[in-house]
């Protein structure tokens, strides 16, 4: 059998938050060994850029790393890139990798992230079809968009307008195909749905609703076939219907997963000595009526990362961080706080015609979230609110000119 490399601290996943995990563990004076193991090329780098501005050729590759390449020697964490774990073995406590490589820990923490989700597709060329993950990705899509002119999206989620919007600043054709009879339907209310629908259909992107890709017939150009008897022409084909946590390691190992994998409010597993965080990681939120959420956000990776660290040093801090996303679109900036899970009503703070406006979510009369369209003050204020039982008749809520705060400050 193999001996062993020793770590105290192993890191599975070189993203962001098995980077910042790394970092953060230097940063509070750690001085056991560290090892961090990622199955990319890259060291840890930035992944929101991916989608916006690395595929707009507006942000250097060297920019999106967290650190430079001297950084990790320096502080002594050891980079195992371009290899997978496998499988894990939580009594020996080691883990073991497609290279045939094999390492112990003290302390193991599974930052793995997912893979993009696929869809049954016929024999059509590789190099036409797409995911928007990492930036082997973006590399193989960038080398491409040059030659091409239209381009098929499939997902309306938060990737798949990114990205049709800068496909449009681009000049490309987009027709985004979207199995939901609206956009962002899992996460947003009607109201925001309609609103981005107006913006990217101004903007030239042709929406396909309610439809799914049945087949596709390989051609110069490819012809998507919908299951509404209606086709599309398109030179490639972007998939973005969301990403797999990658679990299997850990549940093969006996861990305790459901839509990934569960942990405390310390972010531990339900095996010994094994932490997990981020993209990957399942856990019960107050922000969303204590159901078993996860979360893809850089937000969610870092805060989680920063109560492993703290843990691993003997400090026990619980995660309680409010959930925060964004995304940019065009000139519009969509920034939201809380979690709109389960919500029951929803209250229209502005005019969505002038690109500035706010929505508040209720969740049993307690305010549970807001999203913000150039507002940035209300998302600033808006952690206020939350779990605040405001008046949803009070008129001073649908005026855009009174702070969130005042909302508390009188009756």
Same mark, same amino acid.
């Given at each position: 059998?193999?001996?062993?490399?020793?770590?105290?601290?192993?890191?599975?996943?070189?993203?962001?938050?098995?980077?910042?995990?790394?970092?953060?563990?230097?940063?509070?004076?750690?001085?056991?060994?560290?090892?961090?193991? /990622?199955?990319?090329? @890259?060291?840890?780098?930035?992944? =929101?850029? &991916?989608?916006?501005?690395?595929?707009?050729? *507006?942000? %250097?590759?060297?920019?999106?790393?967290?650190?430079?390449?001297?950084?990790?020697?320096?502080?002594?964490?050891?980079?195992?890139?371009?290899?997978?774990?496998?499988?894990?073995?939580?009594?020996?406590?080691?883990?073991?990798?497609?290279?045939?490589?094999?390492?112990?820990?003290?302390?193991?923490?599974?930052?793995?992230?997912?893979?993009?989700?696929?869809?049954?597709?016929?024999?059509?060329?590789?190099?036409?079809?797409?995911?928007?993950?990492?930036?082997?990705?973006?590399?193989?899509?960038?080398?491409?968009?040059?030659?091409?002119?239209?381009?098929?999206?499939?997902?309306?989620?938060?990737?798949?307008?990114?990205?049709?919007?800068?496909?449009?600043?681009? /000049?490309?054709?987009? @027709?985004?195909?979207?199995?939901? =009879?609206? &956009?962002?339907?899992?996460?947003?209310?009607? *109201?925001? %749905?309609?609103?981005?629908?107006?913006?990217?259909?101004?903007?030239?992107?042709?929406?396909?609703?309610?439809?799914?890709?049945?087949?596709?017939?390989?051609?110069?150009?490819?012809?998507?076939?919908?299951?509404?008897?209606?086709?599309?022409?398109?030179?490639?084909?972007?998939?973005?219907?969301?990403?797999?946590?990658?679990?299997?390691?850990?549940?093969?190992?006996?861990?305790?997963?459901?839509?990934?994998?569960?942990?405390?409010?310390?972010?531990?597993?339900?095996?010994?000595?094994?932490?997990?965080?981020?993209?990957?990681?399942?856990?019960?939120?107050?922000?969303?009526?204590?159901?078993?959420?996860?979360?893809?956000?850089?937000?969610?990776?870092?805060?989680?990362?920063?109560?492993?660290?703290?843990?691993?040093?003997?400090?026990?801090?619980?995660?309680?961080?409010?959930?925060?996303?964004?995304?940019?679109?065009?000139?519009?900036?969509?920034?939201?706080?809380?979690?709109?899970?389960?919500?029951?009503?929803?209250?229209?703070?502005?005019?969505?015609?002038?690109?500035?406006?706010?929505?508040?979510?209720?969740?049993?009369?307690?305010?549970?979230?807001?999203?913000?369209?150039?507002?940035?003050?209300?998302?600033?204020?808006?952690?206020?609110?939350?779990?605040?039982?405001?008046?949803?008749?009070?008129?001073?809520?649908?005026?855009?000119?009174?702070?969130?705060?005042?909302?508390?400050?009188?009756?």
């Amino acid at each position: 059998m193999l001996d062993p490399h020793k770590f105290d601290v192993l890191i599975v996943g070189a993203g962001q938050a098995g980077g910042q995990l790394a970092c953060g563990l230097r940063m509070a004076k750690f001085e056991g060994s560290i090892g961090l193991i /990622g199955d990319e090329a @890259d060291p840890p780098y930035e992944r =929101p850029p &991916l989608s916006k501005d690395y595929l707009m050729g *507006e942000k %250097s590759r060297e920019r999106l790393y967290l650190r430079n390449d001297d950084f990790w020697e320096n502080q002594q964490i050891d980079l195992k890139l371009q290899q997978r774990v496998v499988s894990i073995d939580p009594i020996e406590q080691t883990v073991t990798t497609d290279k045939g490589n094999l390492f112990s820990y003290g302390s193991l923490v599974w930052a793995a992230g997912g893979t993009p989700k696929s869809i049954p597709l016929p024999r059509i060329s590789p190099d036409r079809v797409f995911t928007i993950r990492t930036l082997a990705d973006i590399d193989r899509l960038n080398a491409k968009l040059s030659h091409i002119e239209n381009i098929a999206i499939i997902g309306g989620g938060y990737i798949g307008l990114e990205a049709a919007a800068v496909f449009r600043k681009l /000049g490309k054709g987009v @027709d985004l195909v979207e199995v939901a =009879p609206r &956009l962002l339907s899992r996460v947003a209310a009607a *109201e925001m %749905s309609d609103f981005l629908l107006k913006v990217h259909g101004d903007h030239g992107v042709r929406f396909h609703l309610g439809m799914s890709v049945q087949d596709i017939t390989d051609g110069d150009p490819l012809t998507l076939h919908l299951n509404t008897q209606t086709s599309i022409d398109a030179d490639i084909v972007i998939i973005g219907i969301g990403i797999e946590p990658t679990i299997t390691p850990l549940a093969e190992a006996g861990a305790e997963i459901g839509n990934g994998i569960h942990v405390n409010a310390f972010c531990q597993s339900s095996l010994p000595n094994i932490y997990a965080i981020g993209d990957c990681v399942s856990f019960k939120s107050p922000y969303a009526n204590d159901h078993w959420v996860r979360l893809e956000s850089v937000q969610n990776a870092n805060d989680q990362a920063k109560v492993v660290v703290q843990h691993i040093l003997g400090r026990e801090k619980a995660y309680t961080a409010v959930p925060w996303f964004w995304s940019d679109q065009y000139d519009l900036k969509l920034q939201t706080i809380g979690l709109t899970h389960g919500y029951d009503n929803v209250i229209l703070r502005g005019d969505p015609q002038t690109n500035s406006f706010s929505l508040v979510y209720f969740r049993k009369n307690l305010v549970c979230a807001i999203d913000s369209i150039n507002r940035p003050l209300d998302f600033a204020q808006g952690r206020l609110l939350l779990g605040k039982a405001i008046d949803q008749k009070d008129p001073r809520l649908k005026e855009i000119s009174i702070p969130f705060k005042e909302l508390l400050d009188h009756p």
